[in-house]
């Protein structure tokens, strides 16, 4: 259940594989896989025949899932990986928190 820390449109940074140290927004969760798709992370060519649609055919570069688990949210202070924590703000509602101390302030929905 590594997805809880995660929300779609989050800025991470990615901890391990290929493309460690590379940032990106999330961009879709899939909960039941425990992966996500991350902008510009994990690269993979997707080789298309022509259609009627499509005529020209050809190779198109789009994201790939990664685990959830090389993500960590990126902290709004440093700019690096960060663990997530439940704070509370002032009117005593649950809030993201990074190591820092710093809001994660949760995308606009929609």
Do not use: C, W, Y
């Not at 800025?11 to 290929?18: D, H, Q, R």
């Not at 997707?46 to 899932?65: F, S, V, Y």
């Amino acid at each position: 259940m590594a997805l809880a820390r995660l929300r779609k449109g989050d800025n991470v940074v990615v901890i391990s594989g290929k493309d460690k140290g590379k940032k990106g927004k999330i961009l879709r969760l899939l909960s039941d896989d425990d992966k996500v798709v991350v902008e510009g992370v994990n690269l993979i060519k997707r080789h298309l025949r022509p259609t009627p649609k499509n005529p020209q055919g050809g190779i198109l570069e789009r994201e790939a899932p990664i685990f959830a688990s090389k993500v960590m949210p990126v902290d709004p202070k440093s700019g690096k990986g960060t663990r997530i924590r439940v704070g509370k703000d002032d009117k005593g509602h649950k809030i993201r928190v990074g190591t820092s101390g710093e809001e994660i302030v949760a995308p606009k929905a929609g």
